[in-house]
């Protein structure tokens, strides 16, 4: 079944394709309000959510998005009553098993960011073969957030160049944004352009809180699993009519409209 382009198929939200988010994030919230609307299982709403994720992977690869970050469970997330923790772990398993061919044709890495060693072995293991299997693949990097703290990336990483001074490998002065940032779980991934979250809340529940220092912030009352190529449009339009200053008056240095024209 092929996908046809999401922005022929949307002629009404107009996008500028030279001016695309270079790495969008999601906090993919709301699966449990949207069975309870129903009358259904929270894992009813996970299970449709999970629709949501291959819908709007598969549209981000097609409009050229290079790099995807996806909040699918948060290091407070293991909190939860024992039997939702294992329904989003086998979810989470079956997606790893049955997307690999998906991922292949598109052309997708997918890599996981957080704190995977709390996840079940045979989680793990899938991980680690579709990261494998996929390493090579150059359209579009997907990360996956599981398990994932902002705050446990930020003391994971400060004990890891605390450790690299003790040895005598670097000195505390050469510790800058830029080695920061490649000590943190997300190394390699730009700075997200664009966080979304759905479902109406505001905050960052911490995510990514190094990383989105100049990220635009652009929220949603749709519920996860109602999100899909539209909704991701929408959002990306959204983002194309904010200016981003990062702190300057002109000239901004990135993915201005100024610079885009000149
Ligand atoms: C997001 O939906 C999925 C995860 C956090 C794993 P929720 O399960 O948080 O749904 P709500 O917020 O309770 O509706
Ligand atoms: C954030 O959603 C985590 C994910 C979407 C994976 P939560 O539902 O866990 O966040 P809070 O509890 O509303 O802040
Ligand atoms: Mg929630």
């Known amino acids: 079944m092929g996908t046809s382009l999401p922005l022929s198929e949307f002629p009404a939200l107009s996008l500028d394709p030279a001016r695309l988010p270079r790495h969008i994030t999601i906090v993919m919230d ?6 309870e609307q129903r009358g259904l299982a929270r894992s009813e709403g996970h299970r449709r959510g999970k629709d949501s994720v291959i819908a709007v992977v598969e549209a981000a690869r097609e409009l050229g998005i ?3 970050t996806l909040f699918a469970f948060s290091s407070e997330n293991w909190q939860r009553p024992r039997a939702e923790v294992s329904f989003l772990m086998r979810l989470l398993h079956r ?17 996981a960011v957080g704190d995977t060693d709390r996840l079940p072995e045979p989680v793990r293991r899938a991980l680690r073969q579709m990261e494998e299997v996929t ?7 997907t990360a996956l957030a599981l398990s994932y703290g902002g705050r ?18 670097i000195t505390p002065e050469q510790i800058d944004e830029h080695l920061v940032s490649n000590t943190l779980a997300t190394a390699g ?10 479902s109406g809340e505001q905050r960052i529940s911490n995510f990514l809180l190094f990383q989105i220092a100049y990220t635009e912030l ?3 009352d749709t519920l996860w699993p109602d999100f899909r190529e539209r909704e991701l449009l929408k959002a990306i339009v959204a983002y194309q009519l904010r200016e981003r200053r990062f702190g300057a008056i ?13």
């Open 30 to 35: 709301g699966n449990g309000r949207w069975a």
């Open 66 to 68: 290079p790099y995807l």
């Open 95 to 111: 997606y790893l098993l049955t997307e690999t061919k998906r991922l292949m044709r598109r052309n997708i890495r997918l890599i």
């Open 135 to 141: 390493a090579g693949n150059d359209a579009m990097t």
């Open 152 to 169: 446990q990336d930020i003391v994971m990483a400060m004990r890891r160049l605390a450790r690299e001074v003790q040895a005598g490998r």
């Open 189 to 198: 991934l730009p700075d997200p352009d664009l966080l979304i979250r759905t």
């Open 218 to 220: 652009y929220f949603t």
């Open 250 to 262: 002109d000239s901004p240095p990135d993915h201005s409209p100024l610079r885009a024209a000149n």
